[in-house]
């Protein structure tokens, strides 16, 4: 069973950063690319990062510089290092598998979570002022 635990979700002040993390199992970095999504209050979700097999990653224009996504190989899992959060960042974030089907870039915004591939459960990230 294909299963994407989230976690390292907080609330944290303007200018803070957060850690978050992907947990892998059932699936490789070899079978799927994986991304990160998030959903602000009263929105779908929209594609922030993507990373594949190889290291190579894909980030939206407007994280840029703020969001670095990495992954450890070793460990099955993903991270997603975010810096200098505002409070338009708060909303609950899910990383995603997508087995190598272009999904994640047909579906960069208004998604439903699980919409395709697998998707975690999500991890709530807060920033306030």
């Known amino acids: 069973e294909v299963q994407l635990v989230e976690s390292g979700g907080d609330s944290v002040q303007v200018g803070g950063s957060l850690k978050l993390s992907c947990k892998l199992s059932?699936?490789?970095?070899?079978?799927?690319?994986i991304g990160w999504y998030r959903q602000v209050p009263g929105n779908k979700c929209e594609l922030l990062s993507t990373?594949?097999?190889?290291?190579?990653?894909y980030y939206e224009d407007f994280i840029k510089g703020r969001f670095t996504i990495s992954q450890d190989i070793t460990k099955s899992t993903v991270y997603l290092q975010m810096n200098d959060l505002k409070p338009e960042d708060t909303g609950v974030y899910y990383c995603?598998?997508?087995?190598?089907?272009?999904?994640?870039?047909?579906?960069?915004?208004?998604?439903?979570?699980?919409?395709?591939?697998?998707w975690g459960q999500g991890t709530q990230v807060t920033v306030s002022s």
């Open positions: 059932g699936v490789t970095f070899y079978d799927s690319d």
């Open positions: 995603a598998a997508d087995f190598k089907s272009g999904d994640f870039y047909r579906h960069r915004t208004a998604v439903v979570p699980g919409e395709f591939g697998t």
């Open positions: 990373i594949n097999w190889d290291g190579v990653t």
